[in-house]
């Protein structure tokens, strides 16, 4: 009897692990393919060796150059886009991984060192000199990471609830670092719109803002077979002890916005910028939530506007 109950076990076990390679490494969610909103009308692209690079310009005056939120893309800046245009040159852009770019370099590595060169790579090919340099998200901490890396580079940063404090993510990221644990839960999680909504809700305060077309736009460019593998390689690969370790010698002129009510990056980070770099001005706003460009759009733009004219 007992041979039998533990024979009984192996087979169980044996076809939860099948199921979770096929899960994770066999299956392949469809992909978005007829996805063409009309935000794409104001597209551009440069033609780099790293990477096919998708973005928006509009405005005239000294550049600012805007990092598509973490796992986002260009439409992350919507609301800000236009006013900041008003007084400056505004780039923004994909980077691999995201939205509508695509990464030709098969040797390309989903670190700092990967995301930090793609990075320079777009400012030398569009010929942008020492920018203000912003991101949300993981695209604040790559932004963050690239000023400490290259100073001399980046007028003033422009940090978003940024990564780099190197603290642990919330289960939903962490998981992804588990090998087939995490391609699986990309998988069946990620590359679901209804999953895309749940996770717009949990990051707006506001979730009145959050319509349709922002669940597509969040969710259609992330199902594309690049930016979905990129999400547990990106989670695998960075390590941002490195960010935290040279806040103290980062002199760059900084801006740095959270939400007080974040629930990726809690807001207690703020204040671990705000100890750490020495040139950083933190602002933290009540009634936002992580997704700050959407969530409390025109706050934000006025800060980054009002920042922006005093550099």
């Keep these: 009897m007992r041979l039998r109950l533990l024979a009984a076990l192996a087979s169980i076990l ?3 692990v099948c199921a979770v390679l096929y899960g994770a490494y066999g299956y392949r969610p469809a992909q978005a ?33 805007l990092l598509s939120p973490g796992a986002s893309w260009v439409y992350g800046w919507r609301h800000q886009l236009p006013r900041l245009a008003r007084e400056h040159t505004v780039y923004v852009v994909d980077l691999p991984g995201q939205g509508f770019t695509t990464l030709k370099d098969r040797n390309f590595t989903w670190d700092l060192d990967g995301m930090t060169g793609a990075i320079g790579s777009f400012l030398a090919a569009a010929g942008i000199q020492r920018p203000a340099l912003g991101g949300l998200s993981w695209s604040g901490g790559w932004a ?12 003033s940063l422009l940090l978003l609830a940024p990564s780099g404090a190197a603290t642990r993510d919330t289960w939903v990221y962490e998981i992804m670092k588990y090998p087939a644990i995490g391609e699986l839960w ?7 719109r209804s999953s895309s909504l749940e996770a717009l809700k949990r990051i707006h305060v506001n ?4 319509t349709e077309e922002d669940v597509d736009a969040f969710w259609a460019p992330g199902t594309f077979a690049g930016n979905l593998e990129s999400q547990y390689l990106l989670e ?21 916005i959270w939400g ?9 980070q703020a204040r671990e910028f705000d100890r750490l770099m020495p040139a950083a001005e933190i602002h933290e706003l009540d009634g936002c939530g992580h997704a700050l460009t959407t969530d ?4 934000v733009t006025g800060l980054l506007a009002d920042f922006l004219t005093t550099r």
């Excluded at 990309?186 to 679901?192: E, I, L, V």
């Design 14 to 16: 044996t076809l939860l």
């Design 33 to 65: 393919t007829g996805y063409r909103p009309a935000y794409l009308q104001n597209s551009r692209f440069l033609d780099t060796p790293l990477a096919r690079f998708h973005y928006v310009k509009q405005g005239t005056g000294s550049p600012v150059v």
């Design 144 to 155: 963050l990471a690239y000023a400490q890396r290259h100073p001399e580079r980046v007028n």
């Design 186 to 192: 990309n998988n069946w999680y990620y590359a679901d």
């Design 207 to 210: 979730q009145n803002r959050v």
């Design 236 to 256: 695998r690969g960075l390590d941002w002890r490195e960010t935290r370790a040279a806040m103290p010698r980062t002199t760059t002129p900084t801006l740095v």
């Design 260 to 268: 007080r009510q974040d629930t990726v990056n809690p807001v207690w």
């Design 296 to 299: 409390c759009p025109e706050q």
